[in-house]
């Protein structure tokens, strides 16, 4: 195999890669299986493989990657083909930088491919540009992002396009809001209507870790909120929907909380509680449908949203 050469540098330092191993997948399938190729290929191509000559596919081993390979190599062998998983340490005539530079250019064409797409989006007139068409760029980021495993310098310039593009698309701006005391919001009573789904469990899971560790929460109707209480994701008053914000938006916009994962996990709870595709985000989805059906199994409103907020607290987690 020649040496392979590369455009794209990352100053990385050697040590954190010293412990870097990967997982090699070696297969061969029958000839007449060609639908069952085109398969095995997509799935390759969004597991975020590069080859190694006509030995078989690398990832970085983790135990994502290796399930992944597991299940392929499984489907493999019931086409009627041969499929090994290696785990592999070193290669000899391919260094550690070299590998991960493959990887890299790998993603820097998707990346770039992406870049170009949003460009011609963003050059079209603001009343032309259809929000189907950003979502599914918004979608692709995503796909590009679960196996951009040493973080390309792409990614943020890809995710400042996609704010930009969203930010022009919004016709109106939003009227400012008043500025809020954090120290008002303490050891306070919050309201919010009954049978909480995704938006309100994750409020009162963000008020409770960021906002108010001592938050009580209570159930009332529109209209009936006790004067002392802080309502929420009420359709009048309080902290609810605003503009095309959901009511997590909305808190997290006014009391600024900057947390990283907070921020990726309002673009989830938007596009669960809205469906309306705006970020390309599925992770919500899965989490409501659950609240649904322990709301028609009758589960009283304090547990669905004692349930509700420990599921939240697991997608924090699993963002990190």
Known sequence: MSRYTYNIRYEMSISKYADLSWLLLAFTLPTKRASQRVEVWRKLQRYGTVPLGNSGYLLPSNPSNEERFQWLATSIR?????????????????????????????????????????????????????VGRLSRLRSRFQEIVEVDFFDSPLQKRVGELLARADEARVARRL????KIDPKEYKNRIWVTRPRPGVDRSACAWLIRRFLDPKARFAFAPEGQVPQAAVPFDMFHGGFGHRGDACSFETLQKDFKIRDRRVKVMSEIIHDADLADGKFGRKEGFGIDEVLKGWARQGIPDQELLDRGMQLIEGLYHSLA
Do not use: C, M, W
């Open 175 to 178: 009227p400012e809001t008043a």
């Open 78 to 130: 019931k086409y009627g083909g041969e499929a090994s998983i290696v785990h592999v340490r070193s290669i000899d005539n391919i260094s550690t930088p070299q590998l991960i530079a493959r990887f890299a250019e790998a993603r820097a064409r998707e990346y770039q491919e992406l870049i170009r797409e949003l460009q011609t989006f963003s050059s079209l007139p603001v009343q032309k540009r259809a």
